[in-house]
């Protein structure tokens, strides 16, 4: 086995893999000076190689280059090898390049089956063919410089000795999607081979204001601990632990500033289910209704912990079965709201309807106090914190999609105003609305990032995302007098 890899040992960015009929040889072709890594087509064993074996007639490899090792999987007999086989420069993230993977391939080694009994065949075989799935996940980003699992306020406060970790031990477990299969590599000291990838989003764009180049990136990094898809994944786990949650960080970057602002999303935080069935809208059933105030405090437990005062901004509609669904939530909410932990409700269907999202500032009126006392980070151009985040807003609807998207949309522009502000590209009354092309880019951004959420966990776009693009009405200013004017629409479902 590999020794221990040095502190900071960089991660190979290109390799070669060579398709052998009893092995596959990985070889680093970007200039280091690594070992090979040989994998055995048999039973997945790993070693380290000085050469690549010689080639004959009779062992005349497949070749072809990838550009990093996602990991093994191992099903009921065999291993399977899954590499990243193409891959797309997206962007930066605090100066380091950040790819979106376009391609994965899984190699079987699954020689060993062969030995096994019938029934564990017939298992391998139908798991072995759910694979192919996965070679189509989408929304997976790495970087082999910088630590895609943490917001800049983490990294920026990770310890001397833990930035000279390797990127695997730097990483947070909650957002790294490929966690599992690097244990392989991992108990093999295979630290130049271990890529931290994530699931979720990456958006960025540069505008001039005036003089001035402003870089602004968008990132969603998905949690790990309730995998699983719309309808199938609701709700919470006996742990806490939500279907679909994502944490977003909006960045700013100027003239050597940096300044990022948190904000999460996940299901309502206790145990209940969708039965699916033929109907239009399959009926929510609430599981041990009597775990609700436990599960619901455990999540917001965690969340204090993770990321100081949380406000919880529940979007559901509050008559009928939504309606149940949040009555249960903020009932047993009454355990755990104190000093740092909101709660607050706000029917979006009916304050909004289909298109009014100009109503939103009337929640917005409400959670300013909140969102000036818990701030966003800010690092001058030596990287000193001048001004950090010490809370986070929680948003859910049902699925967590659109009504979710739409209002952090609506949360994150005011807070990418009020840090323009700070910096000193904004005037006193300055908006981004002001500012076309600047608008209309953050306006795809955001909707570009809800259509990437929504794709991984419902299979479709954001049902609301052309709204994000293209209404140049959605963000502007309308008073709570202005709003009660108005009758309220109703709106049957949305994600």
């Not at 190979?12 to 092995?23: A, G, I, N, V």
């Not at 755990?336 to 706000?346: C, E, K, M, P, T």
């Not at 959670?367 to 701030?375: T, Y």
């Not at 001058?380 to 049902?398: A, F």
Request: glycine content about 6%.
């Amino acid at each position: 086995m590999m020794e221990r890899a040095e502190s900071g040992q960089k991660l190979y960015t290109r390799m070669r893999l060579w398709e052998f009929p009893d092995q596959y040889v990985i070889e680093p072709t970007d200039g280091s000076c690594g070992s090979s890594l040989a994998v055995n087509k048999a039973d997945g064993s790993m070693n380290l190689i000085d050469e690549v074996p010689e080639c004959s007639s009779i062992r005349v490899p497949k070749i072809r280059i990838i550009f990093g090792v996602i990991g093994m999987l191992k099903l009921v007999a065999g291993s399977y090898l899954i590499v990243i086989t193409d891959r797309e420069c997206v962007g930066s993230y605090l100066g380091h390049p950040i790819y979106k993977a376009t391609s994965l391939k899984i190699f079987p080694c699954d020689q060993c089956v062969t030995n096994s009994n019938a029934e564990q065949k017939r298992v391998e075989t139908e798991f072995s063919g759910l694979l192919n799935i996965a070679e189509r996940t989408s929304g997976l980003y790495f970087s082999y410089d910088s630590n895609l699992t943490l917001s800049a306020q983490r990294l920026h406060d990770l310890g001397d000795e833990s930035k000279l970790l390797p990127l695997w031990r730097q990483a947070e477990p909650r957002f790294l999607w490929n966690n599992y299969m690097l244990e392989v590599l991992i108990d093999n000291k295979l630290d130049p081979y271990l890529l931290p990838v994530v699931q979720g989003s990456f958006q960025n764009f540069q505008a001039a204001i005036g003089k001035e180049i402003v870089d602004v990136t968008l990132i969603a990094r998905r949690c790990t601990r309730r995998n699983g898809t719309r309808m199938w994944r609701r709700g919470a786990d006996s742990d806490g632990y939500v279907a679909n949650f994502v944490e977003t960080e909006q960045i700013v970057q100027m003239n050597g500033f940096t300044s990022s602002f948190v904000q999460v999303r996940g299901s309502i935080p206790f145990l209940w289910e969708q039965v699916v069935d033929l109907t239009y809208k399959p009926k929510f059933e609430i599981v041990r209704p009597e775990e609700a105030p436990r599960v619901v405090e455990r999540h917001f437990l965690d969340l204090r912990k993770k990321y100081g005062s949380v406000l919880a901004v529940d979007l559901v509609n509050q008559h009928g079965g939504e309606g149940r669904l949040s009555e249960k939530y903020a009932n047993a909410m009454h355990r755990v709201i104190s000093d740092d932990v909101r709660y607050l409700h706000f029917d979006f269907h009916k304050i909004c309807g289909h298109v009014h999202f100009e109503r939103l500032s009337i929640l917005y009126d409400q959670i300013v106090d909140f969102l000036e006392k818990n701030g966003y980070l800010l690092l001058n151009e030596k990287g000193e914190k001048m001004k950090e985040q010490t809370g986070v807003v929680r948003t859910n609807c049902i699925d967590c999609l659109d009504r979710t998207n739409v209002t952090q949309s609506m949360i994150g522009r005011r807070m990418l105003e009020i840090q323009l502000r700070r910096i000193g590209v904004f005037g006193a009354d300055e908006t981004i609305s002001s500012h076309t092309n600047f608008d209309e880019s953050y306006k795809i951004l955001w909707a570009n990032h809800g259509d990437e959420i929504s794709i991984q966990y419902s299979g479709t776009p954001a049902l609301k995302g052309d709204f994000v693009r293209y209404f140049p009405w959605i963000y502007s200013s309308f008073s709570i007098e202005e709003t009660c004017m108005h009758s309220y629409n109703f709106s049957t479902e949305d994600h």
